[in-house]
Nanobody, 126 residues
């Protein structure tokens, strides 16, 4: 499975971006999909995860109410809509696929993911 993240860029605080992650190979529609981010000097942290059928979604507290994760299984793509961006959202954003497609009440830990994309840079200026 290959994951290709795109959509990052430079945006002013308060602005919006939509990230996309396109999958090739594998059975995308059976995977849970997650977004992570890593800021300079910090550990990679989970942002959001969506179950295989899109019915279960979990967000990190830091992005609740501002970010929306969604997926289109026909297009083999997962999205992350980011609104009201803040400078502290600046990071490299990664998408990841978990072959165990079920999502509970908590974010899926990064070591549970099976495939990773290459990352896309998001920079929010103040």
């Amino acid at each position: 499975v290959q994951l290709q993240a795109s959509g990052g860029g430079l945006v002013q605080a308060g602005g919006s971006l939509r990230l996309s992650c396109a999958a090739s190979g594998g059975t995308f529609s059976s995977y849970a999909m997650g977004w992570f981010r890593q800021a300079p000097g910090k550990e990679r942290e989970p942002v959001a995860v969506i179950s295989w059928n899109g019915r279960n979604i979990v967000y990190a507290d830091s992005v609740k109410g501002r970010f929306t994760i969604s997926r289109d299984n026909a297009k083999k793509t997962v999205y992350l809509r980011m609104n009201s961006l803040k400078p502290e959202d600046t990071a490299i954003y990664y998408c990841a696929a978990d072959k165990y497609g079920v999502v509970g009440d908590e974010l899926v830990a990064q070591y549970d993911y099976d495939y990773w994309g290459q990352g896309t840079q998001v920079t929010v200026s103040s």
